[in-house]
């Protein structure tokens, strides 16, 4: 699989990185003993890059999966909303310690959102570079689901790596559309950092044209690499084959399971509209007696389920 240099930093990742978001309790909600398997096999067939955050829940599913492996063979992104230098320490230090890594690939802003957003997080940054300094933080990142987050990290020389929503149909951008985003990245790069995409299958919505959808990333000379989440060894395997240039069988295709993935509320919901408030893709509004979603619209990140009080929002 193509190795890329992560700019001057020392680092070098393979260009599919695994994303684990789908392993926990906000997506595909696997133990961490089942969400290991996946980890293990893409680690096997060759992957070294991971990406995590402290919001996604599955720091266990990542030490499981990756027991016994040298630290030093794998690059780990990770990230936080804390917006204090406390808050991001405590972070960092939650991610060194249950990783059980002395060195963190990769530390993100997690879902900078615009200028105001960004300058908001000083503290946090200023965390962040208190540990690049002392070389416990390889780089600095920032991710974001908005074409303005995205313009100001291209603006905060502090920042070395950028993760948006970035996919060949432009879904699961909020303030705009693909030509905005791309005309970002490409100011990203011309700034010298390294760009990573997330939602490469706009949150399932692509999942049936997947090579196309993977082809039009890896073709761009704005984007070095590409995050997908993978919750099983079928996908893994369809993943890396894919990365590899190599023809996917119909066997493994027949594996992998085909079916759209799509968010699902209870009937056990009050109502409350927390998730609505959550939501920045605008998919969910109130019905009659619950929350309903408009699956046009939904990216399947998980966000909302994390703020139900009642735990009745699962994407299935
Ligand atoms: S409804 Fe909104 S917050 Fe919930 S999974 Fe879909 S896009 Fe994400
Ligand atoms: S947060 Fe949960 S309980 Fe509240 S409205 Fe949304 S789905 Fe219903």
């Avoid at 699989?1 to 992560?6: A, E, V």
């Avoid at 996604?56 to 794998?74: E, I, S, T």
């Avoid at 900078?112 to 946090?124: E, T, Y």
């Avoid at 049936?208 to 073709?219: G, H, N, P, T, V």
């Amino acid at each position: 699989m193509r190795m890329i240099n992560i700019g001057n930093t020392g680092m070098a990742v393979t260009e599919l990185c695994h994303g684990t978001l789908i392993l926990g309790k906000l997506q595909a909600d696997l133990t961490p003993e089942e969400g290991a398997v996946a980890i293990r096999k893409s680690y096997e067939m060759g992957v070294n890059f991971y990406d995590t955050a402290q919001s996604y829940q599955v720091y266990p599913h990542l030490a499981l999966g990756l027991k016994g492996v040298p630290r030093d063979k794998l690059v780990i992104a990770s990230k936080s909303h804390a917006h204090s230098y406390e808050g991001m320490k405590m972070a960092v230090e939650e991610c060194l310690r249950t990783l059980s890594l002395e060195q963190i690939g990769i530390f993100h802003l997690h879902q900078v959102q615009s200028v105001d957003d960004l300058r908001s997080r000083k503290g946090a940054l200023d965390c962040l570079l208190e540990f690049k300094k002392r070389g416990v933080i390889g780089a600095i990142g920032a991710s974001s689901h908005t074409v303005a987050g995205t313009q100001a990290v291209n603006n905060e020389s502090a920042i070395d790596v950028v993760f948006p929503v970035l996919n060949s149909k432009g879904l699961g951008i909020i303030d705009g559309n693909l030509q905005d985003m791309l005309e970002a990245l490409k100011e990203s790069k011309a700034k010298g950092k390294f760009v990573y995409a997330m939602k490469p299958l706009g949150g399932g919505h692509l999942y049936k044209e997947i090579e196309e959808a993977f082809d039009f990333l890896r073709q761009l000379p704005t984007c070095d690499a590409i995050a997908c989440g993978m919750k099983d060894e079928a996908e893994v395997e369809m993943n890396v084959s894919i990365f590899n240039d190599e023809r996917v069988s119909e066997e493994l295709r027949g594996r992998v399971h085909a079916v759209a993935r799509r968010l699902v509320i209870y009937d056990r919901c009050i109502a409350c509209g927390l998730c609505i408030d959550e939501c920045d893709q605008g998919a969910l509004s109130m019905g009659e007696s619950k929350v309903v979603v408009d699956d046009s619209k939904c990216i399947l990140c998980g966000y909302c389920a994390a703020v139900c009080p009642e735990y009745v929002i699962r994407v299935v």
